[in-house]
């Protein structure tokens, strides 16, 4: 029975959550042959006159494979909280032979357009939120620090993000001992950090829960807002599941109303 009664309030969750969305493609950079997108999830509600506050979403995939509408799910769920979402693609290792900095400079450049092109889109540009999943997780903190010259990420929402690219990390292990300090947010923190919250599970090896802690100590000592919320007996990718979308969309909700951002 008590999994039954579960089972309801999860479907009536979602079902709450899967609000229609007006959505469209549109372009941000092109490099020589390659051409990249991003798709703009509005409201059903939507408004033209109106500005709205706007996430951005980046997906995971180690820098190497590209899945495009790993967010469009969390994208209808932050539409049913009256805001646009973004989920751009950038250049991965499989398609167009590119390093980790290289989408790093996608990233950086997707936030420079839709800053520059705000009005067009309906943004709030003092609302902009970023978040991502995994590798997605570490271009989402890399908008606060990679070649960044104003500070307009109002907030950062991170499942299981990779925070350690550095000597000896898990993502250098990954890759034969090949690090980049450049590009690791562990190594970049600094006063300007917005207020984060990441998911992450227990069991996670690509990068250990250990690390996000280590990282949410670091943030702190700097008198930031760094929340973790773990979920036991997770692995990577956890948040991929209907189960664990809503209770981290449950979550996000709760980060968004502490902030002041909406009426939970």
């Known amino acids: ?38 798709k703009i999830f ?46 751009p693609v950038y250049r991965i290792k499989k398609l167009h032979q590119s390093t980790p900095a290289e989408s790093c400079d996608d990233a950086k450049d997707l936030l420079d357009y839709i800053y520059s092109n705000a009005e067009r889109y309906n943004i709030n540009k003092d609302m902009i939120f970023v978040g991502g999943g995994s590798a997605g997780g570490l271009l989402a903190l890399s908008t606060t620090f990679w070649k960044v010259k104003n500070n307009i990420v109002k907030g950062l929402i991170l499942y299981n993000p990779i925070v350690d690219t550095g000597l000896n990390s898990a993502f250098s292990n ?11 947010p562990i190594h970049h923190i600094n006063k300007n950090l917005p207020p984060t919250i990441i998911f992450h599970g227990s069991l996670d090896e690509m990068e250990p829960i250990k690390k996000i802690r280590k990282y949410q100590g670091m943030v702190e000592t700097f008198g930031l807002s760094c929340n ?3 979920y036991p007996g ?6 991929n599941s209907q189960e664990f979308f809503i209770k ?7 980060f968004l109303s502490s902030l002041g951002y909406i009426v939970n």
């Open 42 to 87: 509005k409201p059903k509600s939507f408004d033209p006159k109106k500005e709205y506050s706007t996430v951005v979403l980046f997906h995971g995939g180690g820098f190497n494979s590209r899945f495009a509408n790993q967010f469009a799910r969390h994208s209808k769920y932050f539409n049913s909280r009256n805001f646009i979402a973004i989920t």
């Open 228 to 230: 973790v919320v773990e």
């Open 248 to 254: 981290t969309s449950k979550e996000v909700d709760k």
């Open 234 to 239: 997770q692995g990577h990718s956890f948040f």
């Open 174 to 184: 990954r890759r034969k001992g090949k690090y980049n300090l450049d590009i690791s």
């Open 1 to 38: 029975m008590g999994k039954l009664i579960l089972t309801v309030l999860l479907l009536f969750y979602h079902v709450k959550l899967s609000s229609q969305s007006i959505v469209s493609t549109h372009t941000y950079k092109k490099i020589d042959t390659v051409v990249l997108d991003f």
